[in-house]
């Protein structure tokens, strides 16, 4: 990392960095280790997760623009969260908090279940090279992680450059009964609340078409 990087770790993380408990991995969730979005974030408000927040420009742009609504960004790599530190710092952000662990094990066992308002989603790895491609997060096994989170309604909102990731993830998703398309025709419009950032651009200039899915949460028993 940068030398503001490391500064912003040290002096910015007790302020954003959610401390988790791991499991076996150094960036793991320890099952039943959920935390209390109320105690966490200091009140009770809607809940976006955004999984692979990169150097965050989309959460933070959203976050300073949806004050009302708590953020949580989770990545993995410590440069991209101390970016996104420098900047919810500058931009005087307190809705936003950062976790470094594993998303699907976020999803899974730091969030309490039916707990988060939107999953976001957007440009993850599209491991494109054949041999690779059973290291995407949109996979069957994602799918049940992702509703477990979610409340009856709540709505996972993905985006790629890639047009063979965005059919798989549209087929993994038409074959869940836990969601349901939020979108007519073949795929769903462009989601006004994602800020246009550099990655998206570089694809659009090397000639890939950015397609957008939103799913709803099917009603959970009860709810």
Known sequence: MSDAQDRAWLEL?????????????????LPGSAIDPAAVWGRTAPLIVEV???????????????????FLAVEVFRAGLARTMLDA????????????????????????????DEVWVFFPDP?????????RLV????????????????ALRLATDWEEYARQMREVLDASDEFARDFDGDWAERFDGRILTAFE????????DIRDLTYRRVDRPGE
């Open 139 to 154: 996979t069957p096994e994602f799918v049940p992680v992702a509703a477990h989170a979610l409340r009856s309604g709540g």
């Open 201 to 208: 651009r570089k694809g659009a200039r090397a000639g890939r």
């Open 13 to 29: 993380a007790p302020r954003f960095v959610i401390d988790v408990e791991r499991d076996a991995a150094s960036t793991s969730v």
């Open 89 to 116: 710092e500058r931009a005087d952000i307190e809705n936003l908090r950062l976790a470094e662990a594993n998303a699907p094990e976020v999803l899974a066992h730091l969030v309490p279940e039916a707990s988060v």
């Open 52 to 70: 692979g927040s990169g150097q965050g420009h989309a959460i933070i742009h959203a976050a300073s623009h949806r004050p009302g609504t708590d």
């Open 127 to 135: 491991w494109h090279k054949t041999k690779h491609t059973k290291r």
